[in-house]
């Protein structure tokens, strides 16, 4: 045990866990993508993504935070957060150990060739981050994968930071979370676990450590938010001992004699739990908890034995990173109170996570139609949190004006025209079980087989075509006012009849529309939906470049007239064959909303699946005998403690039930997911009753199926054939090997032949020759069952 915590600088009773790193007008986006079209050199990108670091510490500075107590968190990534931190550690897969200098280090275009790919070498896995929308790239690491420290440019940046008057706090993921969000790199033997190697990984912090000190560093920000799930692989116990371990080593050296900064471990996400007794055990001088969705700890620890809080900085995470809205302070006020309580050190003020979740600033959004002024008015995005943390650590009796108007905004809030609808509380009220269930499958599967008359292994797509530049370029231009409502429809229209006539030529089955008129699965409906609003400049980070403009849910959802159902009548108008109609499910519009936090979100659900449920009957009543409802968020929002996903899938799986089953037996509902761990929410799947799933498993070459058919799931199934994330061309014997194979787990009545996803992001010409392959295959291995 240390003692360095005695001599620890003091820690800023007001700090942010981190801040958008893509710019207000998502100049990093620009600059990373016009360097890898070539357009600008390497030293053009350094340059404007220092500009962008400057602005960001100088606005910063401006909104209040300390800019000599390393109360600004130095946080910049050019891609992503735990590359950067693997790649300080030297990690990089054999595959790639050319991009690796003699001197252990990997430089920025090396970097990207990681994230990117090149040639037949496949990038590194990307996948979801804790319980939000943004992915990482996940290490791979093996028994002998090189670990050693191998230089970050964060200590860069502390220098620069420096040079502009700035001491900043620099923001690293921490070993543990690194290791459990490894992945055991191709070949480790059976029963090896990235967290083997925690040692050396350990190691290599305490240089970057040192190095981060020297570089003028007071304090260092270590991600941790692994520990607020159990749902590794690691037990919670193991957990708890790597942090023993590895926070036992960090904290070593000593801060009084400038050996290393001090340490902060941010655990957001989520509640820590005991996760925080090795944290305190080991002596690192802050811990952040994030105190939105994890709680204030108890006093004692699960033994009994009374927690001692006297030597550490507890940094209570009361303003939501995570979500829009503004803080209601008295209650952060009142957690707060609650932290203090527990006799730390020092208190201080943060955010629950860092604020790269949310967009820049509402004051942006200034004059957009799409917004009201007073549903702008109780939100709070990156900028205004920074004002609520300062309120909050100046305190009620001197930010009275903070406190006074946050009051305002929560009267207003729950009285405002719109938030609390009488008819459709009305509706979500007075529901009855019969409203979450159809006849039973076999009834339902004889009736559909008699009037679709679909031949066995039926062909179709996951709903969107190619987004061809006209397209976008349309929707700019009606957005800009230079193309009038009517002409945006028309040019759409279009698109949807060259579609179905390619569909036909084709030879698929089952037809789509192609969905050109939707900008995004969500944000297209949320902007046809009542109780929705949509930000004009709210971009948030999804990875790498990509962004997403998360729609607000604000209100009581209804839906003011039918969405799709033109679009689908107009198809199905042009062809004999049946066309499928498209709706994205209730589970996904939330996820990847910004939902508002004054109810459950079960609640909000509901009222979107009637939203989804009165357009489903319309469908049907126009004649849409299939209609696909996706839900490819369905896994992305389970809770991140095991103790809390049976509460998940039950609102989660009802609010796709009470969405499709109004209709008759002869209806088919699809829903498509787009991953292949069908196992890990195979309960959820199977629970939505769909009468066809489609699923990817084009990558992963089906293995999932014989699960499938060992768990007796006897409902009609689509594993995808052809990976929609690459350009690459299946051949006809690909597919065709692929289908046998599948027929070996799933039987022929159930076998549907369809894309891993959509197709909006690829490019016609491969696109039109994959269909070709799929659907000659699924002939050739249909002409074989006979
Ligand atoms: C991310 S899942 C996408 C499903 C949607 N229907 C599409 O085809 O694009
Ligand atoms: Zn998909």
Redesign the pocket.
């Known amino acids: 045990m240390t003692s360095s915590a005695t001599h620890a600088p003091a820690h800023p009773t007001a700090s942010i866990l981190g801040y958008p790193r893509i710019g207000p007008r998502r100049e990093l986006k620009k600059a990373v993508e016009s360097h890898w079209a070539g357009r600008t050199t390497l030293g053009e990108l350094e340059t404007s993504a220092a500009a962008l670091r400057r602005r960001t510490l100088e606005r910063l500075r401006e909104l209040g935070l300390g800019a000599e107590d390393s109360a600004i968190p130095l946080d910049f990534s050019y891609y992503d957060q735990v590359h950067d931190a693997t790649l300080a550690l030297g990690i990089v897969p054999e595959r790639f150990a050319d991009v690796r200098a003699a001197d252990g280090s990997i430089d920025l275009t090396g970097s990207f060739t990681l994230a990117r790919g090149e040639g037949e070498r496949v990038p590194l896995e990307m996948t979801k981050w804790l319980d939000s929308n943004y992915h990482y790239l996940v290490p791979e690491i093996g028994p002998d994968t090189a670990i050693g420290y191998a230089g970050s440019r964060r200590v860069a940046e502390v220098r620069e930071a420096a040079a502009l008057g700035v001491v900043g706090r620099p923001v690293v993921v921490g070993p543990v979370s690194l290791l459990l969000l490894a992945k055991a790199a191709d070949g480790a033997p059976e029963g090896f676990s990235p967290l083997d190697r925690l040692d050396e990984v350990v190691e290599a912090y305490v240089a970057l450590l040192a190095d981060l000190r020297a570089a003028g560093a007071a304090w260092v920000q270590l991600d941790e938010p692994a520990l607020t799930s159990d749902t590794w692989a690691a037990s919670p116990a193991q957990v708890r001992g790597a942090v023993a371990r590895a926070y036992g080593v960090l904290t070593t050296a000593e801060v009084a004699t400038g050996g290393r900064p001090a340490i902060a471990v941010a655990a957001g996400y989520g509640a820590l739990g005991d996760a925080i007794d090795p944290l305190l055990a080991a002596g690192v001088e802050a811990i952040a908890l994030d105190l939105v969705k994890g709680e204030v700890p108890a006093a004692s620890a699960p033994d009994g034995a009374t927690r001692d809080f006297s030597r550490v900085a507890l940094l209570g995470g009361v303003v939501d990173g995570h979500n829009v809205w503004a803080t209601d302070l008295d209650r952060a006020a009142a957690r707060l109170e609650e932290l203090r309580a527990l006799g730390a050190a020092s208190t201080g003020v943060t955010t629950s996570t860092s604020l790269f979740h949310v967009p820049h600033t509402v004051a942006d959004e200034a004059g957009n139609p799409e917004l009201p002024a007073q549903v702008a008015s109780w939100l709070a995005f990156a900028d205004e949190k920074v004002g609520e943390v300062l309120a909050l650590a100046a305190g009620p009796e001197v930010a009275t004006a903070a406190f006074a108007r946050s009051r305002e905004v929560a009267a207003d809030r729950a009285a405002a025209p719109g938030v609390r609808r009488a008819e459709v509380r009305d509706r979500t009220g007075s529901l009855a079980p019969s409203s979450f269930s159809r006849e039973e499958y076999g009834v339902r599967r004889a009736a559909q087989e008699a009037v679709l008359d679909l031949p066995a292994l039926p062909t179709t797509?996951?709903?969107?075509f190619p987004q061809t530049g006209e397209l976008r370029r349309a929707r700019a231009a009606l957005r800009a006012g230079t193309l009038s409502d009517g002409e945006y429809t028309s040019a759409m229209r279009e698109e949807v009849a060259r579609v179905i006539a390619l569909q036909e030529e084709l030879g698929l089955d089952v037809l789509?529309h192609g969905?050109p008129e939707?900008n995004d699965?969500v944000q297209y409906f949320a902007e046809n939906l009542d109780g929705f609003a949509v930000t004009q400049h709210g971009w948030v980070q999804s990875y790498g470049s990509r962004c997403a403009r998360p729609s607000i849910l604000w209100g009581d959802v209804s839906r003011p007239a039918p969405i799709t159902v033109p679009w689908a009548t107009y198809a199905s108008s042009l062809t004999t064959a049946p066309v499928k109609g498209?709706l994205?499910g209730p589970v996904?519009i939330l996820a990847w909303s910004f939902v508002r936090d004054d109810q459950g979100l079960g609640e909000t659900a509901n009222q979107v699946a009637l939203a989804l449920r009165d357009e489903i009957a319309d469908l049907e009543a126009a004649g849409i005998g299939i209609i696909?409802v996706?839900e490819?968020a369905l896994r992305e929002l389970l809770p991140l403690r095991r103790a809390d996903h049976a509460a998940y899938l039950d609102w989660s799986v009802a609010s796709f039930r009470l969405a499709t089953s109004g209709v008759a037996a002869e209806t088919q509902i699809h829903t498509?997911?787009?991953y292949s761990e069908f196992e890990e929410v195979f309960d959820a799947i199977d629970g939505l009753d769909a009468d066809v799933t489609s699923i990817e498993a084009a990558r992963s070459r089906m293995e999932i199926l014989p699960a499938v058919a060992a768990a007796g799931f006897e409902r009609g199934i689509g594993p995808g054939v052809y990976d929609i994330h690459s350009p690459r061309v299946p051949s006809q014997t690909e597919v065709a090997e692929l289908l046998r194979g599948a027929l070996g787990s799933v039987g022929e009545r159930t076998l549907w032949v369809n894309p891993d996803?959509?197709?909006?992001t690829r490019g016609y010409e491969e696109t039109t020759t994959s269909l070709r392959h799929l659907v000659a295959a699924a002939r050739e291995v249909r002409a074989g069952l006979a």
């Open positions: 797509t996951i709903g969107s789509v969905e939707r699965m498209m994205t996904t696909q996706d490819p498509h997911l787009c996803c959509g197709l909006k």
